[in-house]
């Protein structure tokens, strides 16, 4: 995908942390696999406004992506966790605000993980997290052609319009790019987390007309 910073091409803006040893990747029975679905969720196709973000249709929309490849590969459904959503969507909306890509950040009361964990609310022994940033309309990993850069016109090479995402691509792609990056897929393979929450921050001043910064919390 195209980076938001200059960057070799097609370099995928995407970090991971792991406070636990992450442990391996064991493949999965076939009959289990078809047992796995994606769950459909209510809002999922709404486009994602360039101005604010409904936290809690992302999160649920990430998670049910993120559900799916762990059942895929064994590992138990993760719940909801508000505490975790609300921590993520925090630390995105400083990452966006600031423009940088990093588990740390400068100010605030939870500039760690290991503090995000904490003012969660929720008890846990381990924890992890993934971030990234996206474009917020549908062009990373593909050509595409500039028609109008001030009124924000994208399309394909054969001129199909590519528009803002929806909450539904943009957990798909995100959560595709990070299950094939192996430290993120880790963490979200993390046999010992029970919960995750993820939040977003727009940056809609970002070149090509806006960027989605990413944050996904797991707690076990």
């Not at 406004?49 to 993760?78: E, F, M």
């Not at 909306?93 to 904490?118: D, I, N």
């Not at 199909?160 to 299950?179: D, F, I, N, T």
């Amino acid at each position: 995908m195209e980076p938001l910073r200059p960057e070799p091409p097609m370099t995928r803006s995407f970090l991971s942390v792991f406070l636990t040893v992450c442990v391996a990747v064991f493949l999965t029975p076939s009959y289990a696999q078809a047992k796995c679905a994606i769950q459909r969720i209510k809002g999922e196709e709404k486009v994602i406004s360039p101005n604010k973000l409904n936290q809690a249709l992302l999160d649920a929309t990430i998670r049910a992506q993120v559900n799916y490849y762990r059942c895929k590969h064994g590992r138990s459904k993760l719940a909801a966790a508000g505490g975790l959503r609300r921590q993520a969507s925090k630390h995105s909306k400083w990452m966006a605000k600031t423009g940088k890509l990093s588990h740390r950040a400068t100010s605030g009361s939870s500039r760690t993980l290991t503090r995000r964990l904490k003012s969660s609310g929720l008890r846990f022994k381990t924890g992890a997290e993934n971030i990234g940033v996206m474009r917020l309309y549908n062009i990373d990993g593909r050509h595409f052609m500039i028609r109008s850069a001030s009124k924000c016109q994208f399309t394909t090479r054969s001129g199909q319009p590519l528009g803002r995402h929806s909450y539904r691509s943009l957990a798909q792609l995100a959560v595709k790019e990070w299950m094939e990056s192996p430290g993120h897929r880790k963490n979200i393979m993390l046999r010992k987390a029970t919960h995750m929450g993820s939040g977003g921050g727009i940056q809609p001043k970002s070149r090509h007309c806006g960027a989605v910064f990413l944050t996904q919390i797991f707690l076990g």
